[in-house]
């Protein structure tokens, strides 16, 4: 493992360089998709058939980039995925097809696939080696990069083409790229000693409750990932459309959303310190139910926006948690295996929330975000003994410094936290 604290503390700030990235690059796309759209002439249901480019680049390049982390490593990897991103963003203003723009989002949805299940598996080795839960502050990084591109993008959007606009990012993006990966390679990989068997690049055979347990937490981070993706979609549409908010005012209801998710993700750490992993994924689910409970039916505009925020607060640290806790077990292949289902539930939550608001109403259909939120809750709390039993009581979730041996002296919060050791 790198030799230094400083060491580790460089390798922590190149790798939340890169989350921030991520989430900045991918914002920027985002706001630009209405003049894309434009631009290429094509009908909306062209563009959706366009938009699962991405999804689909992702869900491929996600299965396969933890054996090419195993392989290669993860930092390489990172760095490799990072310049095909930054490219791979300039080139949907380029198109002048619906089929054209499907396939360069194929190649950005495999490139942000790859960067997702890199820069995971080096945060889940750091994660063990620090012996504490910093996991929630890089996907922060993330949340806080795509508020950044988010507003960028919106007030360069009257001003600068797309063309411009996503070529812009690219250099940006490139040049965060050169600084940062120069930085992250030469940084020593994190190796927790019990990946020691794994060193030579080929994973420890794992038995069946592993599995099973890696594919719980994936589970897990679907059940958020699905809100998270229900909130961007549909949030704004139900303050105008049900609640008669002004078009400004129903834009503030993801800004909400995101802002109290940024906000619980700097403060996860020292929550998962103090609560441990299970009592944070139970109190968080818990949270989110209520918030989206009142978010979606509530009687005023006002009610509505303070369920949006609770609902974030409240699914803020989950998604993490069950990352780490999935590459902690599975290695590259467990963030691969978690990543995947996680974006699948990104990607089934808004288009499940238009079929039930064609069924039954748009509030309604909103509510099935607080019910997979007390799903998360369920699984979590079935699955805690379980999953301390799948690490085969080699270490225990929180304690004074997060995961911690058994062997070493346990000081007043590890003994706390063994009780209640965490998914």
């Known amino acids: 493992m790198p030799g230094s604290r400083d060491d580790l503390t460089r390798l922590r700030i190149a790798l939340t360089a890169f989350f921030a990235l991520d989430g900045f690059v991918f914002a920027g796309w985002v706001v630009r998709i209405p003049a894309i759209k434009e631009q290429t002439g094509a009908s909306a249901s062209a563009l959706g058939l366009a938009l699962l480019g991405v999804s689909a680049g992702a869900v491929v390049t996600m299965t396969l980039t933890g054996r090419l982390v195993r392989r290669y490593g993860s930092h390489p990897v990172t760095v490799a995925c990072a310049v095909l991103l930054c490219l791979s963003i300039a080139l949907p203003p380029l198109t002048h097809s619906a ?3 499907g396939a360069v989002l194929l190649v950005f949805g495999s490139a942000y696939g790859g960067i997702n299940v890199a820069f995971n598996s080096a945060a889940v080795d750091l994660v063990a080696v620090l012996r504490r839960p910093i996991m929630p502050g890089f996907h922060a990084a993330f949340s806080l990069g795509g508020m950044v591109g988010a507003g960028l993008g919106g007030l360069v959007a009257g001003v600068l083409s797309p063309t411009r606009h996503l070529l812009g990012l690219a250099v940006t993006g490139l040049l965060v790229t050169l600084f940062a990966g ?4 030469r940084c020593e990989p994190a190796a927790p000693p019990e990946r020691a068997t794994e060193q030579d690049g080929t994973p420890a055979r794992r038995d069946r409750r592993t599995r099973r347990l890696v594919v719980t937490f994936g589970l897990i981070a679907l059940c ?3 809100g998270e993706g229900a909130m961007a979609d549909w949030g704004a549409l139900h303050l105008e459309q049900d609640l008669d908010a002004s078009p400004g005012l129903a834009a503030a209801g993801y800004s909400c959303f995101a802002l ?4 619980g993700r700097l403060t996860g750490t020292t929550l998962l310190e103090r609560l441990g992993r299970t009592a944070t994924v139970v109190a968080g689910g818990t949270t989110a139910v209520a918030g989206t409970l009142l978010g979606s039916l509530a009687p005023s505009v006002w ?5 949006f925020a609770i609902t974030g607060l409240g699914l803020a640290n989950i998604f ?3 990352i780490e806790r999935a590459g902690a077990l599975g290695g590259p292949s467990g963030v691969a295996t978690a990543s995947t289902l996680g974006y699948g539930g ?5 288009p499940a929330i238009g079929f039930m608001a064609d069924w039954f109403s ?3 259909a909103l509510t099935s975000v607080a019910v997979l939120a007390a799903v998360a809750v369920l699984v979590a709390a079935v699955t805690r003994r379980a999953a301390v039993a799948g690490r085969g009581g080699r270490e225990r979730a929180g304690g004074c410094r997060g995961a911690r041996p058994v062997r070493h002296t346990p000081c007043h919060e590890d003994r706390r936290v063994r009780r209640d050791p965490g998914p």
Not at 182 to 185: Q, T, V
Not at 260 to 263: D, F, G, K, L, Q
Not at 303 to 307: D, I, P, W
């Open 99 to 101: 089929l054209a723009l």
């Open 182 to 185: 120069r930085a992250l390679l």
């Open 224 to 226: 958020t990932a699905y």
């Open 260 to 263: 109290a998710m940024t906000v």
């Open 303 to 307: 009610a509505a926006l303070f369920g």
């Open 320 to 322: 993490p948690v069950a």
């Open 346 to 350: 990104l990607l089934l939550g808004p």
């Open 362 to 364: 748009l509030p309604a």
